[in-house]
């Protein structure tokens, strides 16, 4: 069973390198771009089932490709969403580090911590995603760069994903990359692409630069 992952669109919050965690935001221009890219190359795969996170950026994603595919079942699941920062949202990294120091605190004391985060994505995988297999042949998950980042880095400290020498994560996919894992058994995964952006015609300026960064020395990438 394949699992395809599409990080949302662009969003200015993502062009201001602000943090959105789980504010509702909506793509920018970029974005809504991206989002008819994804959907073009989407079409030329046979896909299932979509799940989607219900926050409007990730539904703008996929609303391309449910126009040309209407037939093809999407639910909108409140576990897709992204981190919730608490009232680290809509601000910077840097404004977030001198607010943790000032304030002599870590990520953890706002909003969801990274235990709780890693905990509903594992409960999502394994009673959701997982139950799948033997059902269906693909299925598309549109979701947020942290959500991804934190599944492919927990269920390779779990021994169960396999990440090939070729595929290096330097931390969140892109916005509207596709990021696939294979899935063999309950235990056995692999992953077959991370943050690929080959399918999207914007320029490499427009998609440069959008990764998350790593706070903290933090496991997860938020």
């Known amino acids: 069973m394949l699992i395809l992952f599409v990080r949302h669109?662009?969003?200015?919050?993502?062009?201001?390198?602000?943090?959105?965690?789980?504010?509702?935001?909506?793509?920018?221009?970029?974005?809504?771009?991206?989002?008819?890219?994804?959907?073009?190359?989407?079409?030329?795969?046979?896909?299932?089932?979509?799940?989607?996170?219900?926050?409007?950026?990730?539904?703008?994603?996929?609303?391309?490709?449910?126009?040309?595919?209407?037939?093809?079942?999407?639910?909108?699941?409140?576990?897709?969403?992204?981190?919730?920062?608490?009232?680290?949202?809509?601000?910077?990294?840097?404004?977030?580090?001198?607010?943790?120091?000032?304030?002599?605190?870590?990520?953890?004391?706002?909003?969801?911590?990274?235990?709780?985060?890693?905990?509903?994505?594992?409960?999502?995988?394994?009673?959701?995603?997982?139950?799948?297999?033997?059902?269906?042949?693909t299925i598309l998950v549109v979701t947020h760069g942290g959500y991804i980042a934190t599944l492919v880095n927990q269920l390779s400290k779990l021994g169960f994903l396999n990440i090939p020498e070729n595929i290096v994560i330097t931390g969140s996919p892109k916005n509207c990359s596709i990021s696939i894992i294979n899935v063999f058994n309950k235990s056995s995964y692999e992953l077959i692409s991370y943050s690929d952006v080959t399918h999207l015609f914007c320029s490499e300026e427009m998609i440069v630069g959008m990764d998350y960064k790593k706070i903290e020395n933090s496991d997860t990438f938020m």
């Open 9 to 137: 669109g662009e969003t200015d919050f993502n062009r201001n390198g602000r943090i959105q965690g789980s504010l509702d935001t909506s793509l920018n221009d970029v974005g809504y771009k991206q989002a008819i890219d994804v959907s073009n190359y989407l079409c030329t795969m046979k896909i299932d089932k979509i799940l989607c996170s219900d926050l409007l950026r990730a539904k703008q994603t996929i609303e391309p490709f449910l126009r040309k595919k209407p037939n093809i079942h999407c639910q909108y699941f409140p576990e897709l969403q992204e981190n919730c920062m608490g009232t680290l949202s809509g601000l910077t990294w840097d404004e977030i580090k001198i607010k943790l120091k000032q304030e002599k605190t870590s990520l953890d004391d706002y909003g969801e911590s990274k235990i709780e985060f890693i905990q509903r994505i594992m409960n999502f995988w394994e009673n959701v995603i997982l139950p799948m297999k033997g059902c269906v042949s």
